[in-house]
């Protein structure tokens, strides 16, 4: 059975940090892109960042660009999300995703496995 499990969500103020963690397990996606993904209460749900299956291309949001970074760790299955700078807007649920192919797209619908989703808070 395949999982993917989102960890390190929480409340932080802005302007403040976060790191999430999204361990796998069932299957190896070391040949596949991840991504995170986010969503707010009433708005749909949006591309964070993604990353190829080697870790050396990511593509980011607009919202997120130059604040968030994403990485990987293929020997741990692992996939993290770096949050800096954060801003109330960044308040959501935020899910971890895993794609068939090597590279990621931008869509939800590019993913064929999602985690469970770790709330995030940031407040004013």
């Known amino acids: 059975q395949v999982q993917l499990v989102e960890s390190g969500g929480g409340l932080v103020q802005a302007g403040g940090s976060l790191r999430l963690s999204c361990a796998a397990s069932?299957?190896?996606?070391?040949?596949?892109?991840m991504g995170w993904f986010r969503q707010a209460p009433g708005k749909e749900r949006e591309l964070v960042a993604n990353i190829n299956w080697s870790g050396d291309t990511t593509n980011y949001g607009v919202a997120v660009k130059g604040r968030f970074i994403i990485s990987r760790d293929n020997a741990r299955n692992t996939v993290y999300l770096q949050m800096n700078s954060l801003k109330p807007e960044d308040t959501a649920v935020y899910y971890c995703a895993a794609s068939l192919l090597s590279y990621g797209g931008r869509s939800r619908h590019d993913y064929a496995y999602w985690g469970q989703g770790t709330q995030v808070t940031v407040s004013s």
């Open positions: 069932g299957r190896t996606f070391n040949n596949n892109a």
